[in-house]
């Protein structure tokens, strides 16, 4: 199934949680679910901190893709975008903040529920549940910005 990752274009597919051109990477797909949002994946057994647990910083990578994702659906449908090809809007994280309430399982599919619940023109806070085997394991909270389509280009293409 397509997330908004999708709708990103090639220089902003390329990250490590989320961008579907990145083979190394988690390859995360955010999408609506009802008034939130979803994303679901199964970490493998190298993504272990201890045998049967899954590596916390696994976890905050995929709550803070998922947190950017969300906040692009979002800005999308605050500004009417209809997502087409590489128009979806642009985020970035400015602020991530993860409690980790129970050690998460490994070996079952996790689910990350993610909440808008700030939006403005250009800043969106999403409020993240992470579960497996249905128990709440994680939390997380992500600020994402919105950024220009130049964000991360060269200034000057010529000095590089
Ligand atoms: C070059 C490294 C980044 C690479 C990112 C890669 C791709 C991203 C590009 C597009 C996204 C497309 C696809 C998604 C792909 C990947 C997801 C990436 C997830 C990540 O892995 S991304 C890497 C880590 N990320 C950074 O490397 C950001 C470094 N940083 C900056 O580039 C600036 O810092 C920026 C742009 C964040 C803001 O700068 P700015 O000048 O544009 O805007 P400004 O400062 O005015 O803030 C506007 C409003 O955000 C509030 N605000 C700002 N910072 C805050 C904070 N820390 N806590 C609470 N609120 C904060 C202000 O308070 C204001 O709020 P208000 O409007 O309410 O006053």
């Not at 990250?15 to 679910?33: A, M, P, S, V």
């Not at 803070?64 to 979002?74: E, F, Q, V």
């Not at 985020?91 to 996790?110: D, F, H, N, R, W």
């Not at 806070?125 to 939390?139: G, I, P, Q, R, Y």
Request: hydrophobic share 35%; aromatic share 8%; with cysteine.
């Amino acid at each position: 199934m397509k997330g908004i990752q999708d709708y990103y274009p090639d220089h902003f597919a390329q990250c490590y949680g989320c961008g579907r051109l990145n083979e190394h990477g988690h390859q995360i797909k955010t999408n609506w679910n009802g008034a939130e949002t979803i994303t679901k994946f199964v970490p493998k057994t190298y993504h272990t901190a201890i045998p049967g647990f899954v590596y916390g910083g696994l976890l905050a990578s995929l709550i803070d893709c998922h947190g950017t994702g969300s906040a692009a659906l979002a800005l999308a449908k605050a500004k009417n975008i209809v997502l087409d090809k590489s128009n979806a809007p642009r985020c970035v994280t400015a602020s991530l903040q993860v409690k980790y309430l129970k050690p998460t399982p490994i070996g079952s599919e996790i689910e990350i529920k993610g909440i808008i619940s700030e939006i403005t023109e250009r800043k969106v806070k999403v409020s993240c549940e992470l579960f497996a085997d249905d128990m709440l394991c994680v939390t997380g909270e992500v600020i994402a910005v919105l950024v220009p389509d130049n964000f991360g280009k060269p200034k000057n293409a010529n000095l590089q």
